[in-house]
């Protein structure tokens, strides 16, 4: 299960990466912002974060830059968020980090662009190498 939040910022963006989860039959759950009315993102990174954390599943966060969002779910233990800006973030988060959480900005930024990092996010596995095994560790 992929777990998606947003926040007023994130909204449009979330709104558009449902509409492409569906078109693929993505399963996803939506756990807020449900409009573009003023939220405090902590809040919705926080539900987003311990059901990852709890399930071992996947998560989306979008804020106007990402970095919120970002901060707010590493204080969940078990979490592993980043906030991928390319291409290259987007799949070393996955390959070496096991990057568990994406975090996106959905502010000035063009939304088929951010679609590309979904894309690559969750299509790249961890490697499972033993060095980045140990570093994983040594965050935990």
Excluded at 52 to 72: N, P, Q, S
Excluded at 101 to 127: A, M, P, Y
Aim: aromatic share 10%; glycine share 8%.
């Amino acid at each position: 299960m992929l777990y998606l939040g947003a926040d007023h910022g994130g909204y449009r963006l979330k709104e558009f990466l449902k509409k492409y989860f569906n078109s693929k039959k993505i399963k996803y759950r939506d756990l807020g912002a449900y409009s573009e009315e003023p939220v405090d993102y902590p809040d919705i990174a926080y539900k987003v974060a311990k059901k990852v954390a709890k399930e071992k599943a996947k998560g989306i966060l979008i804020c106007g830059t990402g970095i919120g969002m970002c901060i707010a779910a590493n204080k969940v233990k078990g979490i592993r968020a980043v906030v991928a800006y390319d291409k290259y973030s987007a799949e070393m988060s996955r390959l070496h980090n096991d990057a568990n959480v994406l975090c996106l900005r959905g502010r000035e930024v063009d939304f088929k662009e951010q679609l590309k990092l979904v894309n690559i996010w969750l299509k790249t596995k961890f490697s499972g190498e033993a060095r980045h095994k140990r570093r994983i560790a040594k965050i935990r």
